[in-house]
């Protein structure tokens, strides 16, 4: 699928999906439990950490977007930049 593509698929699925995939693969990989957890818990730190941050950067803009849409329909001009 391109990125500009909207997937047709919930959000739940297109995560179910990949997260089948990952884990089968790292238990291939890893047939050791003790190794398959080391893997498991540095890639859900990973994901978690990627997560945080793109919530982070899409509430900031989410933030600005309101404080912009609130200038505009006061007539007031927006903030210097």
């Not at 818990?41 to 950067?57: F, L």
């Not at 977007?65 to 505009?72: E, K, S, T």
Request: glycine fraction near 6%.
């Amino acid at each position: 699928m391109a990125g500009t593509d909207i997937n047709p698929k919930s959000y739940k699925e297109r995560i179910d999906e990949v997260h089948t995939s990952v884990i089968e693969l790292i238990e291939d990989k890893f047939p050791d439990m003790a190794e398959f957890e080391e893997v498991t818990t540095k890639v859900y730190d990973y994901a978690g950490t990627c997560e945080d941050v793109y919530m982070e950067i899409g509430l900031q803009c989410g933030f600005m977007l309101a404080v912009q849409m609130l200038a505009n329909s006061q007539g007031k001009p927006e903030p210097a930049k």
